[in-house]
């Protein structure tokens, strides 16, 4: 029987909480983001895939040189922090998920869902700055 992530990561984390909720989050980007990128689909033009030497999860486009960089859960925060890789900061969003068990589908399809809908709301202002750039 599969112990529940916040067991394991109590066992093998110690005890200090901020720790845990990161390693939580982080653990959980992971997974949120490989069933996003299993889901193919396409926001405005731009498609997501993941870049597996950083974990972090790119968006590109035809139409735009640059890549975007949208992480849910980078550096265990529960955020998007949004960067071109020309390292322009490309702001954030505040979208917060409860680190739950990644196994768990119900739970990566709603988060998933969320976090498209957010991109696609964040898209066109992206795009505006890009093309400031």
Do not use: C
Not at 91 to 99: N, P, Q, R, T, V
Request: charged fraction near 35%; avoid cysteine.
């Amino acid at each position: 029987m599969k112990q529940p992530l916040k067991e394991t990561l109590k066992r093998i984390g110690g005890g200090h909480l901020l720790k845990e909720n990161s390693d939580m989050i982080s653990y959980y980007s992971d997974a949120l983001g490989k069933y996003i990128s299993q889901l193919r689909f396409d926001v405005r033009g731009w498609q997501m895939s993941l870049e597996y030497n950083t974990g972090s999860w790119e968006w590109t486009n035809k139409k735009f040189d640059s890549v975007v960089y949208a992480t849910w859960g980078w550096e265990g925060k529960n955020e998007i922090p949004l960067e071109s890789d020309m390292g322009d900061n490309l702001g954030k969003i505040k979208l917060k998920f409860k680190a739950s068990e990644p196994e768990d589908e119900k739970n990566l399809k709603r988060d998933a869902k969320k976090y498209i809908d957010a991109m696609k709301k964040e898209f066109p202002k992206i795009e505006k700055k890009l093309l400031e750039y």
